[in-house]
């Protein structure tokens, strides 16, 4: 099976490893979201292996379209998931960071540095709180990473027509208020390509998600 992920440029020029995991064909699809990752599970695992991050540990978060976001701190040995939080921050050097989305956008923030990194998933809820801005503040506060010293870059998500906001120009919005000078926007509508991606509005539920991964040189 040839695993569908991209890699966005501006983050392929700093020292990070990174991936946007979309469409996995032959797949079956359920409007329940744990049975969707069980299914996809193991292609995504396939994914981390073939960028060099299967043997780190995999840190993901339970979304819930808020505005939380937590920190990683050195972990057990196996893998981990935060409840309740919508962001991941970290500068720990053995794990892997991932988010999903069906129509949210997945926000990558890179140190160009390599000091620190932070995944965020920023739907329409989630914009509103501000949940991209909490996860700037949060690596100013915790590893002293100036915005300035940050990379954003937003993964392919729902857009007008399709949607009724776009919330996308929102979330580059907040990233320039926040003093980041570098934001990159894939530009990419789910709903308009359901060869290449999964979207839970155009699909009315019954779909999958995509998964970004990020994780330290």
Known sequence: MQLPFE???????VSCRHAFVGR????????????????LDQVHRQARQ?????????????QVHGDKIARVYSV???????????????NQRDVCLGVYVADCCAVYLVDRN???????????????????????ESMRQEFGIASGDLIAQLSPCIRPPHYEIDFAAEI?????????????????CTACDLDHYYSYRAEQGRTGRMLALLALP
């Open 50 to 62: 073939l960028l060099g991050l299967g043997d780190r540990k995999f840190i993901t978060v339970r």
């Open 114 to 136: 390599a000091r620190a990194i932070g995944l965020v998933h920023s739907g329409k809820k989630g914009t509103a709180l501000g949940v991209v801005r909490n996860a700037i």
């Open 172 to 188: 580059v919005r907040q990233c320039r208020d926040a003093g980041i000078h570098e934001i990159f926007d894939s530009g990419v």
């Open 24 to 39: 996995v064909r032959g797949i079956e699809l359920s409007h329940d979201k744990a049975v969707v990752l069980e299914n």
């Open 76 to 90: 057990s040995a196996t893998d981990h998931c935060f409840e309740g939080c919508d962001g991941l921050i970290n």
């Open 7 to 13: 890699k966005f440029p501006a983050l392929e020029r």
